[in-house]
């Protein structure tokens, strides 16, 4: 089991990344997506992705923490890489002066054939640039 943690100060207030990220049946800010299905509401909703030329990825939001700022969810179907049992939780704190931190924490285990340190460096890249997004998306 490998566990990543990523970490990015963001211009923008907390209550706006935190409502990015707490409307989880949204990702209009990510690019790459065809659809999107939301399936359920609330904790155990899913957000079905889809991707040109991959399966569905499931999304399961399995906590979601107001007062903390942070929700959590895993992917128990279709997760793009070479790896089981993932979870992951991401978390915004405020910074003040109208700045932000986001926090991303992921575990898995890598599937056989790929070392825990390519799929930590899988997971910090594509946290990077999951980060990136929503930067973008609250400080457009």
């Not at 049992?85 to 002066?97: K, N």
């Not at 890249?125 to 609250?138: H, K, P």
Request: glycine share 10%; proline share 6%.
């Amino acid at each position: 089991m490998i566990e990543v943690h990523v970490s990015r100060e963001v211009d923008a207030p907390l209550e706006k990344v935190w409502a990015l990220m707490a409307n989880f049946g949204d990702l209009s800010w990510a690019p790459g997506i065809e659809r999107l299905e939301v399936i359920g509401e609330g904790i155990g909703m899913i957000r079905r992705v889809y991707m040109p030329g991959m399966e569905p990825i499931d999304e399961v939001l399995t906590g979601m923490f107001p007062e903390e700022n942070r929700l959590s969810y895993d992917i128990p179907r279709g997760l793009p890489m070479p790896m089981t049992d993932y979870s992951a939780s991401g978390q915004v704190s405020d910074l003040g002066e109208g700045r932000s931190r986001l926090d991303w924490y992921g575990r898995c285990k890598p599937l056989e054939g790929l070392s825990e340190a390519d799929a930590s460096k899988i997971l910090e890249d594509t946290y990077v640039m999951l980060l990136g997004w929503i930067n973008d998306s609250v400080t457009a």
